[in-house]
């Protein structure tokens, strides 16, 4: 690059131009890779098709910043994944060189999250679904050239897609936000924090959730425990039954629906029990003064 490529630099299509013709020429370069017999020569064309085609890496840890870990680490990550596909790369194999090397600098970059990135650790489970997930998602992206589908990577890695679903959405896990931070209304998201109820509203709370519970066969509460305690899916609560994923969903439905109308009720009730009592006080306050 000269003084005049300083002083005018590429605007964004020549830029692209430039990177098209960079590419083309690590093809060729992986060619002679693979047909030189000096390993020091392999080794100074891999170097060079490395240099060539960082802007695969970078573009790639581009899209992955402000998730809770800095940039430049994100940068290391990739180009040392890049190293890895040109090691790995085979030409003639169906794929260009960029088409092997994203997957594979994605997938590294997304195992540094898993490894390093947690904010909020998940269920252990959840994690070693996750760490399959990325390792079956490089796989069928490599194999089908698009994303795959949930149903894809459940049939990969044996698993329900409700399972899978879980793992996926253990990626917001990573990243949290401070409760001083800023809205753009001027306040903090503190001020929208619902403030603990007291203790007596809980043991309250967890009285009326008892009663509503007895009203539940032993089978309905059965259902509950599996979901809410155990945290087992839907599919996983059907083989328990021997019923279908779909019959879980409707008796769930079933029994939340109707404990939330009991609660409903009750909590209506100890509102009038309230309204009695605060009047039942002012009209002995009324008498008392009175008298």
Not at 113 to 142: C, H, I, N, S
Request: proline letters at 4%.
């Amino acid at each position: 690059m000269d003084r005049t490529d300083l002083e005018h630099p590429l605007d964004p299509t020549d830029r692209h131009a430039q990177q098209r013709r960079d590419h083309a020429r690590a093809e060729e370069l992986l060619v002679q890779v693979e047909v030189t017999t000096d390993p020091e020569e392999r080794e100074r064309l891999r170097q060079e098709v490395v240099l060539l085609t960082l802007d695969l890496a970078d573009t790639v840890a581009r899209r992955y910043r402000s998730r809770g870990i800095d940039h430049e680490d994100l940068v290391q990550v990739g180009r040392m994944a890049l190293v890895k596909a040109v090691r790995g790369y085979r030409s003639g194999a169906g794929n260009s060189f960029p088409a092997y090397a994203v997957p594979t600098i994605s997938g590294e970059i997304k195992r540094h999250f898993r490894d390093f990135g947690w904010a909020v650790r998940p269920p252990r489970r959840l994690q070693e679904l996750r760490a399959g997930l990325a390792a079956a998602e490089d796989t069928l992206r490599q194999e089908l050239g698009r994303e795959p589908t949930r149903d894809e990577l459940a049939s990969a890695l044996v698993a329900d897609a409700d399972q899978v679903a879980e793992a996926q959405l253990t990626a917001t896990a990573y990243h949290c936000m401070s409760l001083d931070a800023p809205t753009p209304m001027g306040t903090s998201l503190a001020d929208s924090v619902v403030h603990e109820p007291s203790e007596f509203g809980r043991i309250e709370d967890h009285d009326a959730l008892s009663r509503a519970l007895t009203s539940l066969s032993d089978r309905e509460r059965r259902i509950l425990e599996l979901r809410f305690v155990e945290e087992q899916t839907q599919a996983e609560i059907g083989a328990v039954l021997s019923v279908s994923q779909m019959q879980v969903s409707r008796l769930l439905s079933s029994i939340l629906g109707r404990l939330r109308d009991e609660l409903s009720d009750e909590q209506e009730a100890a509102a009038q029990r309230d309204r009695r009592d605060n009047r039942g006080g002012e009209d002995a306050s009324i008498t008392s003064i009175a008298s």
